[in-house]
């Protein structure tokens, strides 16, 4: 019997599992910069942490947590995100009593959502994020924007489309939400079953439909900017300011909202079209959080700002575009034994390279060299050592640079520092047998 992979999800093997710990690896430099923190959070919590944190209204709760009763009869979710998690994070360990707020986290991992799966659509995928908590300087949410913008550069992006958007204070969201419900009230019986049930559950939600028909009526409903309060249009329009004096480019998008509950003030979202053509939506994508730390159990008062990037979106337009290393060389020696009597001194001298800090690879098979050349070769190896008998007895190695094919015989004594003059290693490390 065969057993498949469950929907949804798909293994990340080999060159691309490179490519992953690449961008990953790539990601944590660039936040570092910004002196940003790991934090590891649990795979599982409680299921109120989301119902609450995420939001009652949002497609996450309503259809696609993956949630189940644990031996214990806890009801347990896999988390749909990370922002959550954080924050409980923060406020179990106190860190909001420290003395030197915001605490900068960063993470990244594993995330699971039941959603249709598609291009770009998975029900198990990676996140890379970062949260600000304990901060309502609108400083803050810039430096957000600008980390995010600042990761794609390092990638080499060129054209990413910055879309941000204001969703006010409480008092803007309910002034613009009855505005809203009065614009829809004329129109909802003809729209979609997810307009319809977003009408009474949470209708900013509407502006997110992507329903062509749909759309059409969305290009005469009122704006948000207009109901913003006095402090919360400063507040964007500040923001804005900060971008341009910058050079960050950005597009104000009123029907930004983002299918989490949990934001106020400002939004936004990366956008990518790879030279392909295909536009997997966001890859990344945050905002501002007024009350969330709150509502979690933490102090009243405390806000947050924070983004999420797909780390498999970001990895097919990075594919896409050819934009991932394509390193030229994976090891630097291949060891081959060429007759069956050397696989011993094939072996330690494997070793006597990786103890001194070569990456090596080595089957411990005798080949012929004309094979050996090609796995080599195949490895990306840039030099291949062949060691035989007559290498054994005359205490030598035949060491091939596979750059331009010269062949030389190295004293085996003489091995470690022939290839730290070649690599360029520094000759301090080096580790007697
Ligand atoms: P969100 O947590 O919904 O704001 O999503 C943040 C980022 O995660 C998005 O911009 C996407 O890059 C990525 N993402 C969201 N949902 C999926 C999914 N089902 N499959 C792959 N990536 C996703």
Avoid: W
């Amino acid at each position: 019997m065969e057993y498949q992979n469950v929907k949804g999800t798909h293994d990340v093997i080999l060159k691309e599992a490179n490519d992953y710990k690449y961008i990953v690896d790539l990601m944590s430099e660039v936040v570092s910069l910004f002196d940003y923190h790991l934090f590891h959070v649990p795979v599982i919590e409680n299921a109120n942490l989301f119902q609450r944190g995420v939001g009652a209204s949002s497609d996450i709760v309503r259809k696609e947590m993956y949630t189940f009763l644990d031996k214990g009869e806890r009801l347990i979710s896999l988390r749909p995100e990370f922002t959550a998690s954080i924050i409980r994070s923060f406020n179990n360990n106190k860190l909001y009593a420290t003395m030197d707020l915001p605490i900068k986290a960063y993470y990244h991992g594993p995330v699971f959502r039941y959603e249709r799966p598609q291009l770009g659509r998975y029900r198990q995928f990676d996140q890379f994020g970062i949260e600000i908590l304990g901060t309502d300087s609108l400083y803050f949410d810039a430096e957000a924007i600008i980390l995010g913008y600042t990761i794609l550069k390092q990638f080499n992006l060129e054209d990413v489309t910055l879309k941000i958007n204001s969703l006010g204070d409480e008092t803007s969201r309910n002034n613009y939400r009855h505005a809203l419900k009065d614009y829809f009230k004329n129109h909802i019986d003809n729209m979609c079953n997810d307009c319809k049930s977003r009408y009474e559950l949470n209708p900013l939600r509407i502006l997110d439909c992507k329903i062509k028909e749909d759309q059409e009526i969305l290009k005469s409903a009122p704006k948000i900017y207009d109901y913003l309060t006095k402090e919360s249009k400063e507040r964007f329009e500040h923001i804005k300011e900060i971008l341009d004096e910058n050079h960050i480019p950005y597009e104000v998008d009123d029907n930004l909202v983002r299918g989490l509950d949990y934001y106020s003030q400002i939004v936004f979202e990366f956008h990518y079209t790879s030279k392909k053509g295909f536009n997997y939506g966001a890859i990344g994508a945050g905002g501002h959080y007024s009350n969330l730390i709150n509502e979690l159990g933490g102090p009243k008062d405390m806000q947050g700002v924070g983004f999420s990037f797909g780390v498999e979106r970001l990895y097919s337009i990075l594919k896409d575009d050819d934009l991932l290393l394509d390193e030229q060389y994976l090891l630097d020696v291949y060891v081959a034994s060429i007759d069956e009597e050397a696989n011993l001194s094939a072996f330690n001298v494997s070793n006597l390279l990786r103890i001194n800090g070569l990456k090596v690879d080595c089957d411990y098979i005798f080949h012929k060299p004309g094979n050996a050349i090609k796995i080599a070769i195949r490895k990306k190896a840039r030099y291949l050592i062949f060691i035989g008998l007559d290498e054994i007895n005359n205490n030598v190695l035949t060491v091939k640079d596979l750059s331009n094919q010269e062949q030389t015989q190295v004293k085996y004594e003489d091995l470690i520092n022939y290839f730290y003059d070649k690599l360029g290693f520094d000759h301090k490390h080096i580790e007697e047998e």
